[in-house]
């Protein structure tokens, strides 16, 4: 039978001081975001990211979780309300490093593994002396230190995907923001990314944020200090949740606390959204 999900919690926007602390590195007051064609996609948005945090959006399609990222990169503005970047009113301004992973690698067909990994060094005139030490660095970290020399059509999908996440990594960035970065990949491989990018991430040591856009609540808990719950029509917030498990393996996926935690984002997003449980 269909069991009613319980209400969800939800709050209003709540008013924020206008000027965020030291250790907030991205901050949302009040945003709407509405497109000339009438669609809203965000409606009175209030969010703090905190340095070092792990937040995952977490909502269906078209609760605007993409369109809060490219805000964040500075890639759309907002229809009213105030961003923030570390204080500062533009990205270029704050002082902070911040670099984007795609839906999809969008790598250089044409160009090596080492070369696409170069490119935004290239692009910001890193001279190669300095460029080339960091682009081996950044390949190690995702596991690629010895296909430098290959070619993206020799790579699995996942490969790629761990390419275009070392272009970021190159850039040694403050603030890393991911779109769905593996929504496309087979299961096995995507819960294998899952944790190389938890695990970098801990080894950052909270110097690294990362604000991760999924459709996948088991994804959300694995990777995540934070998730965002959003809802659509219009996007907005409707919960902020902490997963407060300091240890991500395989153990803990498969653990009654991972399932807890899935089952509890599973019902509020239902309630949220005005849908229904089913039980047995």
Known sequence: MLMKAEP???????????????????????????????????????????????????????CGKSTLLKMYAGLEAPSHGHLRWAGADAPGKSGLKTAMVFQEATLMPWADVATNVRLPLDLAGVPKAESEPRVQRALEQVGLGKFGKSYPRELSGGMQMRVSIARALATEPDVLLMDEPFGALDEFTRNKLDAD??????????????????????????????????????????????????????????????????????IRLLAASGGQLEHD
């Not at 064609?37 to 945090?53: H, K, P």
């Not at 694995?222 to 998730?227: C, T």
């Open 8 to 62: 969800a919690m939800i709050e209003p926007a709540p008013v924020e001081r206008p000027t965020p602390d030291a250790d907030t590195v991205l901050y949302a007051n009040r945003i709407e975001k509405t497109y000339p064609n009438g669609t809203r996609a965000l409606d009175e948005m209030s969010l703090r990211v905190q340095r070092g945090d792990f937040i995952s959006l977490l909502g269906p399609s078209g």
């Open 197 to 266: 990018l938890r695990g970098l991430w801990a080894q950052k040591q909270g110097k690294l944020t990362v604000v991760f856009v999924t459709h996948s609540i088991h994804e959300a808990v694995f990777l995540s200090s934070r998730v965002i719950m959003m809802a659509a029509r219009p996007g907005r917030i409707v919960a902020d949740l902490p997963i407060d498990e300091p240890v991500r393996d395989e153990e803990f996926r498969l653990s009654a606390r991972c399932a807890d935690h899935c089952r509890d984002l599973s």
